[in-house]
């Protein structure tokens, strides 16, 4: 089993809200920075939002501004991507993804481990 487990997507409607958990099994989750991308049909992976151990926000993605927050749990080893008033271009497959260091990076390449993808699904 993956030590990175998303959870939280569905079908909702324009303007609607989902939260997406990532739990990430395993010690040291504290000492971990944890980004979400996500990917949208014949598109690339792209990355959303990712937040180091220090708290701190790392954003790549314009249209998540304002309308997307992170925030992790160390305790349940949680991270959490709060998304509000979704639109139909946020329709994708969203990923957590775990780096093994404490501070953010925005290329997928350099993260350590996956989830599987959690669909997300907004209708106009």
């Known amino acids: 089993q993956s030590p990175v487990v998303e959870s939280g997507g569905g079908l909702v409607q324009t303007g609607g809200s989902l939260r997406l958990s990532c739990v990430v099994s395993g010690s040291n989750f504290e000492d971990y920075a944890i980004g979400w991308f996500r990917q949208g049909p014949g598109k690339e992976r792209e990355a959303v939002l990712c937040?180091?151990?220090?708290?701190?926000?790392?954003t790549d993605e314009d249209s998540a501004r304002g309308r997307f927050t992170i925030s992790r749990d160390n305790v349940k080893n949680t991270v959490f991507l709060q998304m509000n008033n979704l639109k139909p271009d946020d329709t994708a497959v969203y990923y957590c993804a775990v780096l093994r260091q404490g501070y953010c990076a925005m290329f997928r390449y350099e993260y350590d481990y996956w989830g599987q993808g959690t669909q997300v699904t907004v209708s106009p």
């Open positions: 937040i180091s151990t220090s708290g701190r926000i790392t």
